[in-house]
């Protein structure tokens, strides 16, 4: 299983791997019953979660929503950190994610709009480093793992910036690598293979170090950060299968 997942993740093009995900859902869920591992995302549990990622990492992937430890740390923010589902919000969401896009656009109090350059799950298509949408228009702006895709992540960021309304928040997580200090990028690596050994993926450009807080701040915004440690217990966070490395960097747009 976790061969095959390494060959579809690295052979198979995104919008692809979109399309028939809920396929392959279906058919691998009877291998996984369980209850070992839980998803706060879609309330489902299991033996364990399914490997994922270039490397094929074990006990990653949900087998029902296909959420990875990224979208249960944010799903547990928004759902019980913020008043993201109880308070009424105009959402842009780009690179709209598998997990959330239904849910977020069954949500009544959400104006839900998804954005992306090609995905198939887009309303709208466009480059996050022009964005043609009216300044002042969102409260929340949502864009995972795309930063680290993008000639100029601080100009995206300030793209962004610009369309959140006063006060409007952006989640923009990107994939950290914890041995850097500074963020390392390189636009003259084109090769997939060399971008993949040194960036850890055949697209990506940069690797983000532990200066990205920095970098959000730099681009114009407050930064907000959420330690899962803070709010869950140790039992909590290994039956969720959460990385409590990573810390969600609320950026909010100063009034």
Not at 52 to 72: D, F, I, Q, T, W
Not at 164 to 189: C, F, R
Request: with cysteine; hydrophobic share 40%; glycine share 4%.
């Amino acid at each position: 299983m976790r061969k095959l997942i390494r060959f579809f993740v690295r052979n198979i093009p995104r919008p692809w791997l979109i399309r028939f995900s809920k396929l392959f859902s279906l058919l691998i869920r009877p291998f996984y019953i369980g209850n070992k591992v839980e998803c706060p995302v879609c309330k489902n549990h299991f033996r364990k979660f399914l490997p994922y990622g270039n490397k094929a990492g074990v006990n990653r992937l949900c087998p029902v929503c296909l959420s990875l430890e990224r979208h249960r740390l944010m799903w547990i923010f928004l759902k019980d950190h913020s008043d993201f589902f109880t308070k009424p919000a105009k959402v842009l969401h780009i690179a709209p994610e598998q997990p959330f896009y239904k849910r977020f656009r069954k949500s009544q109090n959400l104006d839900y709009t998804t954005g992306d350059l090609v995905s198939p799950l887009a309303d709208i298509h466009f480059d996050i480093m022009d964005i043609p949408l009216p300044e002042n228009t969102y409260d929340w702006v949502i864009c995972n793992h795309v930063l680290e895709h993008v000639v100029n992540d601080i100009e995206a960021m300030k793209q962004i910036l610009k369309i959140l309304k006063p006060g409007g928040k952006a989640i923009m997580q990107v994939p950290i690598n914890y041995t850097y200090t500074e963020t390392h990028e390189d636009l003259s690596i084109t090769d997939p293979k060399e971008r993949e050994r040194v960036f850890g993926q055949y697209d990506h450009v940069r690797w983000h170090g532990l200066d990205y807080p920095e970098r959000i701040k730099k681009a114009g915004f407050k930064v907000i950060p959420f330690h899962i440690k803070e709010h869950l217990n140790s039992d909590q966070i290994e039956r969720y299968r959460l990385d409590t490395r990573e810390i969600l960097f609320i950026a909010q747009k100063i009034d």
